[in-house]
């Protein structure tokens, strides 16, 4: 006969019990596992946990999580992208035609950020935070991108106090 240790405390007595799995237990383990609560389980209040999802905060994936820049300070949304990074994109829908190829975004439904690339719809786009950011470099791809930035110069500025 095989002797066979308890699965839990170790126990040289144990034996195979008729559960999922095939539990080796000892008796006191198999006693401890197999006993009830002296009350029955509280059922929640239904109507409290559905009024409790209804003022819950829904949030919209495209909106994105907002942080500030470590180079200006100011709150934009950071986005995941189709390979897995992750970038800051500039508020509101620029005209398509107007931003330079490669540097139009658009943002799925579930807030990933799309590179449009050379793609050109009739609509709008959005552009990265860091092709315009205040404090860093001009940019050099386009007139229209150099706007935005000198607007966001000026308005980081006024905030500055310069």
């Known amino acids: 006969m095989e002797i066979v240790a308890c699965m839990l405390c170790g126990a040289s007595d144990a034996q195979e019990r008729p559960v999922p799995l ?3 237990t000892c008796d006191d383990c198999w006693d401890k ?12 209040d239904v109507e409290l946990v559905v009024d409790q ?7 919209d994936p495209r909106e994105g999580s907002a942080s500030p820049c470590k180079y200006c300070d100011r709150e934009y949304a950071w986005h995941r992208t189709l390979n897995g ?3 800051m994109l500039e508020p509101g829908g620029y005209p398509t035609s107007k931003v330079p ?12 950020a799309v590179n449009l690339g050379g ?3 009739t609509d709008e786009c959005r552009i990265t935070h860091f092709d315009v950011c205040p404090t860093r470099r001009a940019p050099e ?9 000198r607007a966001n110069r000026r308005e980081w500025a006024a905030e500055q106090g310069q």
Request: proline letters at 12%.
């Open 22 to 24: 095939r539990t080796v």
């Open 141 to 149: 791809d386009g007139t229209f991108l150099l706007s935005v930035w």
């Open 85 to 87: 990074r992750w970038l």
């Open 53 to 59: 999802l209804r003022v819950a905060p829904s949030v």
């Open 101 to 112: 190829p490669g540097k139009r975004w658009r943002v799925a439904g579930d807030g990933t």
């Open 119 to 121: 793609a050109n719809p």
């Open 33 to 44: 596992a197999n006993q009830f609560p002296e009350r029955e389980p509280e059922t929640p």
